[in-house]
């Protein structure tokens, strides 16, 4: 697709030239540089990806979602979905521009709710890429997973400070990181019961029980944590936004953060539909072009209609946001966005690695690779079941409008 064709979509002009560039960076430096970039990570180097992040910074497209006094440009949802979409051409394209999850979210955070001294401890090199974070919210069973009011982390005061106890897993980059946001039960009231603490990943008690072995890969930070704390102490600056705050924090920072994930989802998408279009213009199968056979391009089409239904609902959802709707009002039009983009990315490549038949099995193609990180998307951030009832929920009590 053009990506000029985006700004009918309601993105700003003003967007148009910065998601030109870093769509060119992508395209002339990021995805060439792909494999070896894996094969530095799991080496335990990253020589190419600090020198494609100094070059982005350099050409001022480092942190664009910050505001300019952190090195940003203050972008907006919509621009940031814009640029989000391009840099999701690649697994690794976030991370290039210091955007990559968890980080991002928790820079916004941060820049809302740490004290002056914890910004400068912990932002501020967050940043620079100088340290990583995470976010510590899930728990094994029976403690809080798609129901967040199973929480079981607690806190409790011991004078001025807070006292943590605690098993969380699946807390992304856990083990690397340098800090942690951690969501503990500081009451047992069901809406303002929980509360936000930074953690510096290295205190006394915390544990970094394991990275969990899962479907996909490792990639760079993207290693699924589990931590255990051991009554760890901390400040009372390390509240974040107030005490009983946790679980509208959490609605505010996953809100956006969905629609990001769907604008990377529907670039990796995209960029998979590409190389379809490319491979089935030319494999001759049965006499004629793979392209030319109706069962191939009804499956064509069926994911393209995904593809460009997926881009509509989630700008829908964050003109919403832009306009000054707060999160409960965009809540149900971001559990669509978040279901349908899921979905059509693992039916996106399930269909890819078809199409190209053996070819697409093989690690030739990156297909199978990317099909086992996204499987994951219709988990993280809320099962698929969870965001069914959210809007089912909303429709039957009269407080979401088709037509909105």
């Known amino acids: ?4 064709v985006l700004n009918s979509y309601g993105i700003p002009e003003s967007i148009r030239p910065l998601r030109g560039r870093v769509r060119a960076f992508m395209d002339e430096h990021v995805i060439p540089a792909e494999r070896t970039m894996l094969e530095e990570s799991n080496a335990g180097r990253r020589d190419t990806l600090k020198a494609l992040q100094a070059q982005a910074k350099s050409e001022g497209l480092w942190v664009p979602h910050l505001p300019q006094d952190l090195g940003g440009h203050g972008l907006g949802i919509m621009g940031m979905c814009a640029l989000f979409r391009e840099m999701g051409r690649s697994l ?9 999850a968890p980080d991002q979210g928790n820079m916004d955070v941060l820049l809302k709710t740490a004290s002056p001294a914890m910004k400068e401890r912990y932002l501020r090199p967050l940043v620079n890429a100088e340290i990583s974070s995470a976010f510590c919210m899930t728990e094994p069973a029976p403690g809080a997973g798609a129901d967040p009011s199973n929480l079981r982390t607690a806190a409790v005061r011991d004078g001025d400070d807070w006292i943590i106890d605690g098993h ?9 990181a340098s800090f942690l946001i951690v969501m503990a039960r500081t009451s047992e009231d069901r809406r303002s019961g929980a509360t936000l603490f930074l953690v510096d990943r290295h205190a006394e008690g915390v544990e970094h029980v394991r990275d969990i072995p899962v479907m996909a890969p490792d990639v760079l930070d993207h290693l699924e944590g589990e931590m255990k704390f051991h009554s760890v102490r901390v400040s009372a600056d390390a509240v974040l936004g107030g005490v009983g705050m946790g679980f509208r924090l959490a609605q505010t920072r996953l809100v956006p953060a969905r629609l990001t994930h769907c604008m990377r989802w529907l670039g990796l998408a995209d960029r998979t539909m590409h190389l379809c279009r490319d491979y089935l213009n030319t494999r001759i199968s ?10 191939v391009q009804k499956t064509i089409a069926e994911n393209v209609s995904r593809i460009h239904a997926g881009n509509l609902m989630t700008l829908h959802c964050a003109q919403i946001l832009s306009e000054g709707g707060d999160e409960r009002t965009a809540r149900a039009y971001s559990s669509m966005c978040k279901n349908h983009v899921a979905r059509a990315l693992c039916q996106v490549l399930d269909d890819a690695i078809q199409l190209h038949g053996g070819l697409g099995y093989s690690d030739d193609m990156p297909f199978q690779r990317w099909y086992r990180h996204s499987r994951a998307a219709r988990i993280a951030d809320g099962p698929d079941e969870v965001h069914w009832m959210v809007v089912a929920r909303e429709f039957l009590k009269g407080r979401l409008e088709l037509m909105a």
Request: include cysteine; aromatic fraction near 12%; proline fraction near 6%.
């Open 1 to 4: 697709m053009n990506p000029d």
């Open 92 to 100: 690794l394209g976030a991370k290039v521009f210091n955007c990559d």
């Open 168 to 176: 969380k897993w699946y807390s992304t980059g856990g083990g690397p």
């Open 286 to 295: 049965f006499g004629r072009k793979l392209a030319d056979h109706q069962m």
